[in-house]
């Protein structure tokens, strides 16, 4: 069961949540009594937001072995998704008494910390869990969110990212380093290093998005249509309103310009945000181009 419980490891890394929890099943189905195997499977369902799943696992592993850190560690990640800071504050404090330089242990500390908006705390941890494997690119990714949403630190969250991509040039760490640089304003190099991710992978959601984003804000309105487009329709339910907007509004701005594709995407901004200031400005100027 070794190489599934390591491939679902790899994949959730890689934020490919199905694949990581296919090979933690795999894993199980092989050795359904190895607390490495079900603790992968616990973590991997916790991701998917399985959390009664990803629990009764986690157990299943601590009655094999009541001191696994891995499972005392995902336990603590499945409580902290869940809301229950307490708990996931002493499963964390039995994996940290067994062993002090547990990876995941750390991150979850910080990612505890994050939840509370105890965001320096978490970049703290986030750096002890670095300092431990200083290969692990999406550490980096999640350093950088602390600075930037937590922190409003937007260089130095791109510091963290652009290090992540050092680490290890993927679309998951393109992106996040594109979308960093977009956040700061420099949107031609944001545009540069969004299109790399998403030529690694076409069907990389958040890159698709994240590029067509920038491109709007380059007013490249036909460049933005089909790569925002893409990108929704990746993300499925996980597109942001402003993603839906944007998009209406690149079809109002574009030549030649497309109101009646662009009030369906304006539509479904203002079902999720009904009061969107964007969005009823682009409905506003679809009314007066057909009046």
Same mark, same amino acid.
């Given at each position: 069961?070794? $190489?599934?419980?390591?491939?679902? +490891?790899?994949?959730?890394?890689?934020?490919?949540?199905?694949?990581?929890?296919?090979? %933690?099943?795999?894993?199980?189905? =092989?050795?359904?009594?190895? $607390?490495?195997?079900?603790?992968?499977?616990?973590?991997?369902? &916790?991701?998917?937001?399985?959390?009664?799943?990803?629990?009764?696992? %986690?157990?299943?592993?601590?009655?094999?072995?009541?001191?696994?850190? *891995?499972?005392?560690?995902?336990?603590?990640?499945?409580?902290? &998704?869940?809301? !229950?800071? &307490?708990?996931? +504050?002493?499963? =964390?404090?039995?994996?940290?008494?067994?062993?002090?330089?547990?990876?995941?242990?750390?991150? !979850?500390?910080?990612?505890?910390?994050?939840? *509370?908006?105890?965001?320096? *705390?978490?970049?703290? %941890?986030?750096?002890?869990?670095?300092? /431990?494997?200083?290969?692990?690119?999406?550490?980096?990714?999640?350093?950088?969110? +602390?600075?930037?949403?937590? /922190?409003?630190?937007?260089?130095?969250? #791109?510091?963290?990212?652009?290090?992540?991509?050092?680490?290890?040039?993927?679309?998951?760490?393109?992106?996040?380093?594109?979308?960093?640089?977009? #956040?700061?304003?420099?949107?031609?190099?944001?545009?540069?290093?969004?299109?790399?991710?998403?030529?690694?992978?076409?069907?990389?959601?958040?890159?698709?998005?994240?590029?067509?984003?920038?491109?709007?804000?380059?007013?490249?309105?036909?460049?933005?249509?089909?790569?925002?487009?893409?990108?929704?329709?990746?993300?499925?339910?996980?597109?942001?309103?402003?993603?839906?907007?944007?998009?209406? /509004?690149?079809?109002?701005?574009?030549?030649?310009?497309?109101?009646?594709?662009?009030?369906?995407?304006?539509?479904?901004?203002?079902?999720?945000?009904?009061?969107?200031? $964007?969005?009823?400005?682009?409905?506003?100027?679809?009314?007066?181009? #057909?009046?």
């Amino acid at each position: 069961s070794i $190489p599934y419980v390591a491939l679902s +490891q790899l994949y959730l890394l890689l934020q490919d949540v199905p694949q990581a929890y296919e090979m %933690a099943q795999e894993a199980v189905a =092989l050795a359904p009594d190895d $607390p490495d195997a079900l603790a992968a499977l616990a973590r991997a369902e &916790d991701w998917r937001g399985d959390y009664e799943e990803a629990i009764n696992h %986690a157990l299943d592993a601590l009655e094999v072995d009541p001191e696994h850190v *891995q499972t005392l560690a995902v336990l603590a990640e499945i409580y902290t &998704d869940v809301g !229950n800071w &307490d708990v996931a +504050q002493d499963y =964390l404090n039995q994996a940290f008494a067994l062993d002090g330089n547990h990876i995941l242990t750390w991150r !979850n500390q910080a990612y505890l910390y994050e939840r *509370q908006g105890e965001y320096e *705390q978490a970049v703290e %941890a986030y750096a002890a869990a670095l300092e /431990l494997a200083p290969e692990r690119h999406d550490l980096y990714i999640e350093q950088g969110r +602390q600075y930037r949403i937590g /922190l409003l630190e937007y260089e130095k969250a #791109n510091e963290s990212y652009r290090k992540a991509v050092e680490v290890y040039e993927s679309p998951v760490t393109l992106d996040a380093l594109g979308f960093g640089l977009y #956040n700061v304003g420099d949107h031609l190099q944001a545009i540069r290093t969004l299109r790399q991710a998403v030529e690694m992978d076409p069907n990389y959601g958040p890159a698709q998005a994240h590029l067509g984003m920038a491109l709007y804000a380059r007013r490249n309105y036909e460049d933005t249509v089909p790569a925002l487009q893409r990108g929704v329709e990746l993300l499925g339910e996980r597109a942001r309103v402003e993603h839906l907007y944007t998009l209406g /509004l690149a079809h109002i701005f574009k030549d030649p310009s497309d109101c009646e594709e662009a009030e369906v995407w304006l539509r479904r901004a203002l079902e999720i945000e009904p009061e969107s200031g $964007p969005a009823l400005e682009g409905m506003a100027l679809c009314v007066r181009d #057909n009046s």
